[in-house]
Antibody
Framework: QVQLQESGPGLVKPSETLSLTCNVS????????WSWIRQPPGKGLEWIGY???????RYNPSLTSRVTISVDMSKNQFSLRVSSVIAADTAVYYCARGMGAPDFWGQGTLVTVSS | EIVLTQSPATLSLSPGERATLSCRAS??????LAWYQQKLGQAPRLLIY???NRATGVPARFSGSGSGTDFTLTISSLEPEDFAVYYCQQRSNWPPTFGQGTKVEIK
């Protein structure tokens, strides 16, 4: 059974960079797409983007200027960076397997943007 | 960006009753529509993909139907563990988008 686990700081200051890593266990990162999706507290879900195991990426146009998603096959993990964060970036960030209808999700990690 | 509108916002039902949830797209998404269940404090769980295909391990009481712009998720007989928020999501156009959710609560 594939398991995903997000990790990273829970508090980020405005204008700084949010960095999260998703560790994949129970299966290889190869041959799959891997996504980041976020959910502001009490609100709906927003797709941030995805990375293929080969390294190719695609981002939500609303975030593309600030987002980078990368993959590290040697560590079986992938990562998210969001630059110049603002309060509206406060959300639970989920990593997930797939780019259409993700079937495995991490438990999510809350990132708060505040000084 | 495709907008998905879910109705109703809240559905109040008793265990054993049938639940019918709707999702309408602002333009055709063909059959590229998924449904998720989310419980408080948990990640979404994939229930249905490509309009009517049940994901692995999903009970048969969950079924999906529809194509184009109008879709339905049906729970034939509500179990206590089914009370949750349900989201639809399209993958026809980039970026994938989600509906705002339907909360199924105990009456």
């Amino acid at each position: 059974q594939v398991q995903l686990q997000e990790s990273g700081p829970g508090l980020v200051k405005p204008s700084e960079t949010l960095s999260l890593t998703c560790n994949v266990s129970g299966g290889s990162i190869s041959n799959y797409y891997w996504s980041w999706i976020r959910q502001p507290p009490g609100k709906g879900l927003e797709w941030i983007g995805y990375v293929y195991y080969s390294g190719s990426t695609r981002y939500n146009p609303s975030l593309t200027s600030r987002v980078t998603i990368s993959v590290d096959m040697s560590k079986n993990q992938f990562s998210l960076r969001v630059s110049s964060v603002i309060a509206a970036d406060t959300a639970v960030y989920y990593c997930a397997r797939g780019m259409g209808a993700p079937d495995f999700w991490g438990q999510g990690t809350l990132v708060t943007v505040s000084s | 960006e495709i907008v998905l509108t879910q109705s109703p916002a809240t559905l109040s039902l008793s265990p054993g009753e049938r639940a019918t949830l709707s999702c309408r797209a602002s333009q055709s998404v063909s059959s590229y529509l998924a449904w998720y269940q989310q419980k408080l404090g948990q990640a979404p769980r994939l229930l249905i993909y490509d309009a009517f295909n049940r994901a692995t391990g999903v009970p048969a009481r969950f079924s999906g139907s529809g194509s184009g712009t109008d879709f339905t998720l049906t729970i034939s007989s509500l179990e206590p563990e089914d009370f949750a928020v349900y989201y639809c999501q399209q993958r026809s156009n980039w970026p994938p988008t989600f509906g705002q959710g339907t909360k199924v609560e105990i009456k």
